[in-house]
């Protein structure tokens, strides 16, 4: 299945063509490059339980190694019981009483042998797509997480819940020390939650804006080049039909600006109302005493006046990250992000605006003119990414930094992006407990305010990992999943600490809400439906690609989905 | 260690069985779990129509919810863009049937399940055909295919028979982007009512790639809409055949340089000329799951079903929006139901139009009228009125099978109308 | 009983109950419908007509314009158009049957009628577009063409394009291309 000709998609381009169109190139070498951990429970819930059939994770690894994801490790005590046919698909008659994690990720990789076959010799890292052999598996996480080369194999921690504090405090503290993100994830009956955790500071370029809102066209503040090609077009009037039909209507805005400023004191129209007269004013200057009645162009730039007569300026979301730290104090260990933040903020200060980003929408124009258009656009971003870059490598050499130098692509792309850049203010895996941050409480609270709020499915789950976590750190316990006296104590619990920060007490139409999620989720009995596990691990998947890519916007921080009601609300804990 | 007793199976669905023999919260109060509820579970035979990105999820979906007679319809053949996300296929079935693979391969994984593929149109199946599912769940990319369905399954209901009444499951995704609805025929909002949240894809107007060219995507519907009829008259266009591609590459980039435009690719050749839409595993299994979760709670009723629509973006974290779509009452497809009306199959089509003229729903004075066959009377333009005018004399028995459908449109109503000929004997 | 299935049977029993049917047939498409409305609804006057190769298939029909004024008086141009079962979610696909030498339409037959494309909305009919159809007859349009020729040729020198349309439509040639007589 090799090139079939000069120029064509190469087999591994055909089999990602439909992913590379949403995550480029780019993105995809990020996935092929990254390995992910799967902790798929450690341990029973109970007596008569089997434990976490983990079901999400395998999911979401499925939708991972379809596109291609470098490796994975699972990390799964169990052998495989009749329950698990019932629900997990990478599973079979024949795995029944073996390992779990191994029977696994058997199946799984059958899904993309092309991962360690054909592609092996074009990418830059073997692939590698194993598991821990069984006396290892059957080490708790805790243990693992003795060798300090484990963790930082993986650029990704997914762990299905509920587990035990024991097992989860270290790991999710361990990753964050080492600014690895963490998907920390429930699939119980009809619900589904899971919780996001990045490091303090996760900066993502490729935001991927609508086009639309990405453009910046420059009307009130044009450079020389852009008003010089405005100045050749004087004479609208004596144009034929022909070429007045077949202005850009970026020029024609221009062009009008211009006359308006001469009538208003040298001023741009600047509310809304004046707006609305200067488009009126265009709309006035079209001709239509042609065929058509009317001029395309014209109709474009009358449409284009509010969204593109605006002057710069710098979205809140920019302004903060200029105003960070680390944007500012820059040292030998700064990571290229913030080095071509600090840069793109000295472009700012000294022009007022960001780099162009260069692109320019299509518009009725004449092939001609609209290239040449274009190239003003191009020539003018290409310069301020020249004046960008030579401030990075200044940065470079002042700061004597050991990494290898920022490459030019990346500062381009920031460039171009610099508008939409964000970066995301990682919080730890939320929880209901005593040393739970005020701000996740507060949170929950108001949450609770909301009738239809999907937040007691969350507080639900932090009472079901309170059970099974008193039952797996009590040796030799005997109860059951199912104990209502356990449920109880738990509940109780749990709401107390709802009224730690905020003693008003919670009104009875939370309450109602709370114990209806807990009776529904107490349903199940800690056990998962495919539907919602599969579910989950669609979205589990999805902000995993997000993470591991840096593209788009990931989840901050915690998602419930509820089956019961087709339903699904996020929320910053 | 396979064991096929009663024992094995009861701990194979345990958790499945957990939520189906007790009740929650949210399940209406009329509710009885139990054996009863798995047994119409495990009785209720379903229709899946795709077996693509969605339906390969779909499959396997129910299958693992316990449904144990599931039928899949699916024309297409297995090709390499598919093995990022339809999971269910391998680098050696490429070229095979989607809907045969499929089938074999979750039958063979869960235990019990029986799947039989249909390889073939949804439009090669009648009524009958249809008429033995409890439900019927779609996974497509085409909007007529949806709307053939949605029509068909709106067409069965009949007044009489509630089991005429086929739940339409239906899933979407585009990229990040995806949305699942329920339909009940006749009852809810159906796909016709809800078209128009489907906004077709923005077409570049043919002057502008005949002569004006701005873009390297115009470069490419010139090689594609224009240079292909000119120069290759001959050959059929086939989006699958590289050769066909390939020539619109070139010719694409050779108007490029004419033109100065840059930026054509092979990649975005193909998007254009085969309107690909991006499409990954994450995103199909979001959808694909969340349908065949409303499937199994309208099987089972163990909770509430979806009113009516989910959509979901996942771009920017998660987001989904829950709500009701409206049910049009001007619907050309479920805002005017066929209506079962008596004749005497000796009348002639000229009195059935008088009698249309008394009936108390509508006074049609100038009906239009046709079966899904013929045109019976056009009034207009003149040339279908001379034509069809000889057939006001005839019987009606001469132009229309007994129970067949007729469409009547009077210019006087906005609103058509439907009426299935009974004859009386 | 499933809640669903004992809302139909609740609905229906306020129905009249009426003999069960003989076997089911085929229903009338939503797009068939759609075009027996269109058609009845069509002003033709006296400078169109239409016809139908198989009047029981309404979806395909060959419309013909007669212009009794501008530069294309005189000429009977046939044109065919095709509406698929996605109508009117698609627009209906029209092709000039014949070589003519028009700014807007090429030689292959293509034509350019914005609301043939990038401007086609459900919510217009049959009737829309051949107003627009004919409207091309009257007012060819040089800004933005098809034919690049032949817009040329009229915006730089009408009379000289008038002479062309005459001498291709009955048919001559223009610029080297046969076009075929279409002369009443």
């Given at each position: 299945?090799?090139?079939?000709?000069?120029?064509?998609?190469?087999?591994?381009?055909?089999?990602?063509?439909?992913?590379?169109?949403?995550?480029?190139?780019?993105?995809?070498?990020?996935?092929?490059?990254?390995?992910?951990?799967?902790?798929?429970?450690?341990?029973?819930?109970?007596?008569?339980?089997?434990?976490?059939?983990?079901?999400?994770?395998?999911?979401?690894?499925?939708?991972?190694?379809?596109?291609?994801?470098?490796?994975?490790?699972?990390?799964?005590?169990?052998?495989?019981?009749?329950?698990?046919?019932?629900?997990?698909?990478?599973?079979?008659?024949?795995?029944?009483?073996?390992?779990?994690?191994?029977?696994?990720?058997?199946?799984?990789?059958?899904?993309?042998?092309?991962?360690?076959?054909?592609?092996?010799?074009?990418?830059?890292?073997?692939?590698?797509?194993?598991?821990?052999?069984?006396?290892?598996?059957?080490?708790?996480?805790?243990?693992?997480?003795?060798?300090?080369?484990?963790?930082?194999?993986?650029?990704?921690?997914?762990?299905?819940?509920?587990?035990?504090?024991?097992?989860?405090?270290?790991?999710?503290?361990?990753?964050?020390?080492?600014?690895?993100?963490?998907?920390?994830?429930?699939?119980?009956?009809?619900?589904?939650?899971?919780?996001?955790?990045?490091?303090?500071?996760?900066?993502?370029?490729?935001?991927?804006p609508d086009p639309e809102s990405a453009q910046d066209l420059r009307l009130l503040n044009p450079w020389p080049e852009l008003v010089?090609t405005n100045a050749?077009l004087?004479?609208l009037?004596?144009?034929?039909?022909?070429?007045?039909?077949h202005v850009p209507y970026i020029l024609i805005l221009l062009h009008f600006l211009e006359q308006w400023k001469?009538?208003h004191?040298?001023n741009a129209p600047d509310n809304y109302k004046e707006k609305t007269e200067f488009r009126e004013f265009v709309r006035s200057k079209a001709?239509?005493?042609?065929?058509?009645?009317?001029e395309e162009n014209f109709d474009e730039a009358v449409a284009a006046v509010l969204k593109t007569i605006a002057p710069f300026s710098l979205r809140?979301?920019v302004?903060?990250?200029?105003?960070?730290?680390?944007?500012?104090?820059?040292?030998?260990?700064?990571?290229?992000?913030?080095?071509?933040?600090?840069?793109?903020?000295?472009?700012?200060?000294?022009h007022g605006v960001l780099p162009l980003p260069g692109s320019l929408p299509d518009m009725k124009a004449?092939?001609?003119d609209y290239?040449?258009l274009q190239?003003i656009y191009k020539?003018k971003a290409?310069?301020d990414?020249?004046?960008?870059?030579?401030?990075?490598?200044?940065?470079?050499?002042?700061?004597?930094?050991?990494?290898?130098?920022?490459?030019?692509?990346?500062?381009?792309?920031?460039?171009k992006?610099a508008a939409h850049?964000?970066?995301?203010?990682?919080?730890?895996?939320?929880?209901?407990?005593?040393?739970?941050?005020?701000?996740?409480?507060?949170?929950?609270?108001?949450?609770?305010?909301?009738?239809?709020?999907?937040?007691?499915?969350?507080?639900?789950?932090?009472?079901?990992?309170?059970?099974?976590?008193?039952?797996?750190?009590?040796?030799?316990?005997?109860?059951?999943?199912?104990?209502?006296?356990?449920?109880?104590?738990?509940?109780?619990?749990?709401?107390?600490?709802?009224?730690?920060?905020?003693?008003?007490?919670?009104?009875?139409?939370?309450?109602?809400?709370?114990?209806?999620?807990?009776?529904?989720?107490?349903?199940?009995?800690?056990?998962?439906?495919?539907?919602?596990?599969?579910?989950?691990?669609?979205?589990?998947?999805?902000?995993?690609?997000?993470?591991?890519?840096?593209?788009?916007?990931?989840?901050?921080?915690?998602?419930?989905?509820?089956?019961?009601?087709?339903?699904?609300?996020?929320?910053?804990? | 260690?396979?064991?096929?007793?009663?024992?094995?199976?009861?701990?194979?669905?345990?958790?499945?069985?957990?939520?189906?023999?007790?009740?929650?919260?949210?399940?209406?109060?009329?509710?009885?779990?139990?054996?009863?509820?798995?047994?119409?579970?495990?009785?209720?035979?379903?229709?899946?129509?795709?077996?693509?990105?969605?339906?390969?999820?779909?499959?396997?979906?129910?299958?693992?919810?316990?449904?144990?007679?599931?039928?899949?319809?699916?024309?297409?053949?297995?090709?390499?863009?598919?093995?990022?996300?339809?999971?269910?296929?391998?680098?050696?079935?490429?070229?095979?049937?989607?809907?045969?693979?499929?089938?074999?391969?979750?039958?063979?994984?869960?235990?019990?399940?029986?799947?039989?593929?249909?390889?073939?149109?949804?439009?090669?199946?009648?009524?009958?055909?249809?008429?033995?599912?409890?439900?019927?769940?779609?996974?497509?990319?085409?909007?007529?295919?949806?709307?053939?369905?949605?029509?068909?399954?709106?067409?069965?209901?009949?007044?009489?028979?509630?089991?005429?009444?086929?739940?339409?499951?239906?899933?979407?995704?585009?990229?990040?982007?995806?949305?699942?609805?329920?339909?009940?025929?006749?009852?809810?909002?159906?796909?016709?009512?809800?078209?128009?949240?489907?906004?077709?894809?923005p077409?570049?107007?043919?002057?502008?790639?005949?002569?004006?060219?701005r873009q390297?995507?115009?470069?490419?519907?010139?090689?594609?809409?224009?240079?292909?009829?000119?120069?290759?008259?001959?050959?059929?266009?086939?989006?699958?055949?590289?050769?066909?591609?390939?020539?619109?590459?070139?010719?694409?980039?050779?108007?490029?340089?004419?033109?100065?435009?840059?930026?054509?690719?092979?990649?975005?050749?193909?998007?254009?000329?085969?309107?690909?839409?991006?499409?990954?595993?994450?995103?199909?299994?979001?959808?694909?799951?969340?349908?065949?979760?409303?499937?199994?709670?309208?099987?089972?009723?163990?909770?509430?079903?979806?009113?009516?629509?989910?959509?979901?973006?996942?771009?920017?974290?998660?987001?989904?929006?829950?709500?009701?779509?409206?049910?049009?009452?001007?619907?050309?497809?479920?805002?005017?139901?066929?209506?079962?009306?008596?004749?005497?199959?000796?009348?002639?089509?000229?009195?059935?139009?008088?009698?249309?003229?008394?009936?108390?729903?509508?006074?049609?004075?100038?009906?239009?009228?046709?079966?899904?066959?013929?045109?019976?009377?056009?009034?207009?333009?003149?040339?279908?009125?001379?034509?069809?005018?000889?057939?006001?004399?005839?019987?009606?028995?001469?132009?229309?099978?007994?129970?067949?459908?007729?469409?009547?449109?009077?210019?006087?109503?906005?609103?058509?109308?439907?009426?299935?000929?009974?004859?009386?004997? | 009983?499933?809640?669903?299935?004992?809302?139909?049977?609740?609905?229906?029993?306020?129905?009249?109950?009426?003999?069960?049917?003989?076997?089911?047939?085929?229903?009338?498409?939503?797009?068939?419908?759609?075009?027996?409305?269109?058609?009845?609804?069509?002003?033709?006057?006296?400078?169109?007509?239409?016809?139908?190769?198989?009047?029981?298939?309404?979806?395909?029909?060959?419309?013909?314009?007669?212009?009794?004024?501008?530069?294309?008086?005189?000429?009977?141009?046939?044109?065919?158009?095709?509406?698929?079962?996605?109508?009117?979610?698609?627009?209906?696909?029209?092709?000039?049957?014949?070589?003519?030498?028009?700014?807007?339409?090429?030689?292959?037959?293509?034509?350019?009628?914005?609301?043939?494309?990038?401007?086609?909305?459900?919510?217009?009919?049959?009737?829309?577009?051949?107003?627009?159809?004919?409207?091309?007859?009257?007012?060819?349009?040089?800004?933005?063409?098809?034919?690049?020729?032949?817009?040329?040729?009229?915006?730089?020198?009408?009379?000289?394009?008038?002479?062309?349309?005459?001498?291709?439509?009955?048919?001559?040639?223009?610029?080297?291309?046969?076009?075929?007589?279409?002369?009443?």
């Amino acid at each position: 299945m090799a090139a079939s000709f000069h120029g064509g998609p190469t087999s591994k381009e055909r089999k990602y063509d439909r992913q590379l169109r949403l995550w480029a190139a780019s993105g995809q070498q990020a996935l092929e490059d990254s390995r992910v951990l799967l902790v798929n429970s450690d341990g029973p819930l109970g007596a008569n339980s089997t434990g976490v059939s983990g079901v999400v994770g395998v999911e979401a690894l499925k939708n991972l190694v379809l596109p291609g994801i470098g490796g994975f490790t699972i990390v799964d005590p169990a052998t495989v019981t009749e329950a698990d046919l019932g629900v997990n698909f990478f599973l079979e008659e024949e795995s029944l009483g073996k390992s779990r994690a191994e029977e696994t990720c058997r199946l799984l990789r059958e899904l993309n042998p092309d991962v360690k076959g054909d592609f092996n010799s074009e990418v830059r890292q073997p692939q590698r797509v194993e598991i821990f052999d069984l006396t290892l598996i059957i080490q708790p996480i805790a243990d693992l997480l003795q060798d300090p080369d484990f963790l930082p194999q993986h650029k990704l921690v997914i762990i299905s819940g509920p587990t035990k504090r024991s097992s989860l405090d270290p790991l999710i503290q361990r990753a964050q020390k080492q600014g690895i993100p963490v998907l920390y994830t429930h699939s119980v009956g009809f619900f589904a939650t899971f919780s996001l955790q990045l490091p303090a500071e996760y900066p993502i370029v490729e935001t991927h804006p609508d086009p639309e809102s990405a453009q910046d066209l420059r009307l009130l503040n044009p450079w020389p080049e852009l008003v010089a090609t405005n100045a050749a077009l004087d004479d609208l009037d004596s144009m034929d039909d022909h070429q007045h039909g077949h202005v850009p209507y970026i020029l024609i805005l221009l062009h009008f600006l211009e006359q308006w400023k001469q009538s208003h004191g040298g001023n741009a129209p600047d509310n809304y109302k004046e707006k609305t007269e200067f488009r009126e004013f265009v709309r006035s200057k079209a001709r239509t005493s042609n065929a058509e009645g009317g001029e395309e162009n014209f109709d474009e730039a009358v449409a284009a006046v509010l969204k593109t007569i605006a002057p710069f300026s710098l979205r809140s979301t920019v302004r903060e990250i200029f105003e960070l730290e680390q944007c500012h104090n820059l040292n030998s260990e700064s990571v290229d992000f913030w080095l071509i933040a600090h840069a793109i903020h000295f472009f700012y200060t000294t022009h007022g605006v960001l780099p162009l980003p260069g692109s320019l929408p299509d518009m009725k124009a004449q092939s001609a003119d609209y290239v040449s258009l274009q190239n003003i656009y191009k020539t003018k971003a290409r310069r301020d990414v020249e004046e960008v870059t030579n401030t990075v490598r200044q940065l470079e050499t002042q700061l004597e930094r050991r990494f290898p130098p920022i490459p030019d692509r990346d500062i381009e792309a920031f460039c171009k992006n610099a508008a939409h850049i964000k970066v995301v203010h990682g919080r730890q895996i939320p929880q209901i407990s005593s040393n739970s941050d005020s701000i996740t409480l507060k949170a929950i609270r108001t949450q609770l305010g909301f009738p239809d709020s999907l937040v007691s499915v969350f507080i639900a789950t932090q009472i079901l990992d309170g059970v099974v976590d008193e039952i797996q750190d009590t040796s030799n316990d005997h109860r059951s999943i199912n104990d209502d006296a356990l449920w109880k104590s738990h509940t109780e619990r749990i709401l107390a600490l709802l009224t730690r920060d905020d003693p008003t007490p919670l009104d009875s139409d939370a309450r109602e809400n709370i114990h209806k999620a807990i009776q529904e989720l107490r349903r199940a009995e800690g056990g998962e439906l495919h539907n919602i596990a599969s579910l989950a691990g669609g979205l589990v998947a999805q902000e995993s690609l997000k993470v591991i890519t840096k593209q788009y916007g990931p989840l901050d921080n915690t998602c419930v989905f509820d089956g019961a009601r087709s339903r699904s609300e996020m929320y910053r804990l | 260690m396979i064991s096929t007793d009663a024992n094995s199976q009861q701990n194979r669905w345990k958790h499945l069985h957990k939520v189906l023999t007790k009740s929650g919260p949210y399940c209406d109060e009329d509710w009885v779990p139990g054996q009863e509820t798995i047994s119409a579970l495990e009785s209720s035979k379903i229709l899946v129509i795709g077996a693509g990105g969605l339906g390969c999820e779909i499959l396997k979906n129910l299958a693992l919810s316990g449904f144990k007679d599931i039928h899949v319809i699916d024309m297409d053949t297995i090709d390499i863009s598919n093995l990022n996300r339809q999971f269910l296929f391998r680098q050696s079935d490429i070229g095979k049937p989607k809907a045969e693979v499929a089938a074999a391969f979750v039958e063979k994984r869960v235990k019990g399940v029986k799947i039989t593929p249909y390889v073939g149109k949804i439009q090669d199946k009648d009524e009958d055909y249809y008429m033995q599912f409890k439900i019927v769940i779609c996974g497509l990319d085409s909007i007529e295919a949806r709307r053939w369905i949605n029509s068909t399954l709106i067409g069965m209901v009949d007044m009489e028979d509630p089991e005429s009444l086929k739940p339409l499951i239906d899933g979407g995704t585009e990229g990040f982007k995806g949305q699942a609805r329920v339909i009940l025929p006749t009852l809810s909002s159906c796909i016709e009512c809800q078209l128009d949240m489907h906004a077709p894809r923005p077409a570049v107007p043919l002057c502008t790639i005949a002569t004006i060219p701005r873009q390297p995507q115009h470069c490419i519907e010139w090689a594609h809409q224009i240079a292909w009829q000119e120069k290759r008259k001959d050959d059929a266009f086939d989006s699958d055949d590289m050769e066909h591609i390939s020539w619109v590459y070139n010719a694409a980039l050779e108007r490029g340089k004419q033109f100065d435009i840059h930026g054509v690719t092979f990649q975005m050749t193909q998007g254009v000329v085969k309107n690909i839409i991006p499409a990954i595993a994450s995103t199909n299994a979001m959808i694909a799951a969340s349908t065949t979760s409303e499937v199994l709670k309208i099987a089972t009723s163990c909770n509430p079903y979806l009113e009516n629509y989910m959509m979901y973006a996942g771009e920017e974290g998660v987001y989904t929006y829950t709500f009701e779509a409206e049910k049009k009452p001007d619907c050309p497809v479920c805002g005017n139901l066929a209506r079962k009306l008596k004749v005497d199959p000796n009348s002639t089509l000229g009195d059935f139009i008088e009698s249309l003229s008394e009936r108390a729903e509508a006074q049609l004075k100038k009906p239009s009228l046709r079966t899904e066959e013929k045109t019976l009377y056009q009034r207009f333009p003149p040339q279908l009125e001379e034509h069809t005018r000889p057939n006001l004399g005839l019987k009606l028995h001469e132009l229309v099978e007994d129970g067949e459908e007729v469409a009547v449109s009077d210019p006087a109503y906005t609103i058509d109308f439907r009426y299935k000929v009974i004859f009386s004997k | 009983m499933l809640k669903i299935w004992s809302m139909k049977q609740q609905q229906q029993q306020a129905e009249n109950a009426e003999g069960a049917a003989g076997k089911k047939k085929k229903k009338v498409t939503a797009a068939q419908l759609r075009v027996q409305r269109d058609l009845q609804e069509l002003t033709l006057g006296n400078t169109m007509k239409m016809s139908f190769p198989n009047p029981d298939d309404i979806l395909n029909f060959t419309l013909t314009i007669e212009p009794d004024e501008g530069m294309y008086k005189g000429g009977v141009f046939n044109f065919s158009f095709s509406v698929n079962q996605n109508f009117p979610h698609d627009p209906p696909k029209v092709k000039c049957t014949q070589k003519i030498y028009h700014p807007n339409i090429d030689l292959e037959g293509n034509v350019c009628l914005n609301i043939l494309r990038e401007d086609w909305k459900p919510v217009l009919n049959l009737n829309a577009v051949i107003v627009g159809m004919q409207f091309l007859f009257l007012e060819p349009n040089a800004s933005d063409p098809l034919n690049k020729e032949a817009a040329e040729d009229l915006r730089t020198n009408r009379e000289g394009f008038k002479r062309n349309v005459r001498n291709s439509m009955a048919g001559g040639s223009v610029r080297g291309n046969a076009f075929e007589r279409v002369l009443r």
